[in-house]
């Protein structure tokens, strides 16, 4: 057989480029099509997300993604709203805190905790009689999502839970999505879901108007404000926006640092032994059948360092993209530019 020359070689190339560069061409585009349609695959594998393409990953997404006005992602402000505590400026930003963080002073959340302790300790019951192993993240998932749902507007009964869980996760999906309204893409699904899940608050806000019902919560603190002054008061968006906030900014948090401390504790038994006796002592000094109380809260120091270690061993929040608003850097070694 004889060797080609390399002017043979250059000769052929020159003669066939017609053909070679759209051939290498259409190889390289199956090439990374096959890595995508991969990468779309590992969805339904155990470990959940795509790839996205090789070398690029998500980077069109994200770039697509990045035409925002306040240091935060276009579609996250779309999903949690325009009146969201995460995307309104920062003097509006003030009184909006403000007038949201008065629910949450200890003295009501204190009221929280002996429902939550009976809520819990039943689910666990539960759990142990049907004798089944079962995944933690989906466990606290929902014990997070029904407390705070709960605590915010007295929603309990299960199928408004049901519906309006499958909708947050779904408006969730779509704060890191590719902001374009496609049927079908995570992003339409997403503003679809939010349109339903206002339309639910709204019309429980509306029964209470009417004098239906005035459940003591969060949303009922903040409807008895319709006759103040606009500056002591939230409209109407204002207080939508902000319980779909809330949720989705406590439910993935909650429950990712109940499931990591969960992980610690096993990885560190002499850790889980402390903390069981701290709670025991705690125990003894009740009487049968006496749910926690605040002040019990108060009385776990050890229990409240285990939370800041998981907390700090885990982050819950690592994906959690910000810009800096001014130069700065941390310890003299980090620097975030503008
Ligand atoms: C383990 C649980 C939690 C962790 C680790 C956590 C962590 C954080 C962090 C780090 C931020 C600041 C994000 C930033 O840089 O802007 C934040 C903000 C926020 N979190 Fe949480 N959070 C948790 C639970 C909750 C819960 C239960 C709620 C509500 C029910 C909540 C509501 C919010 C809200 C509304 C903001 C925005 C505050 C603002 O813009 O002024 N979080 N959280």
New binding site residues.
Partial sequence: MNIPLKEDLQILIYNYSAVILPSVIAIVVAVLFRWYLKGAERRKGDIPGKLGFPFLGETFSFLAATNSTKGYLKPMADAVGKKS??TVPLEI?RRI?RLLSDPFSMNSMSKFVPKFDRELCERLKRKENEGKSFKVLDFTMKVAFDG?CDMLASITDASTLEQLGSDITAVADAMLSFPIMIPGSRYYKGMKARKRVMETFMTIITKRRNGEEAPDDFLQSMLKRDSHPPNEKLEDEEILDNLL??II??QS??AA?IMWSVKFLDDNRDVQDRLREEQLSILRNKSAGDLLKYEDLMGMSYGSKVVKET?RMSN??LW?P?VALEDCSIEGKFKFEN
Avoid: D, F, P, S
């Fill in positions: 505590l995460l930003h805190r705070i906030t809330l900014a406590g948090t909650t640092a907390l819950v929040l959690y910000r």
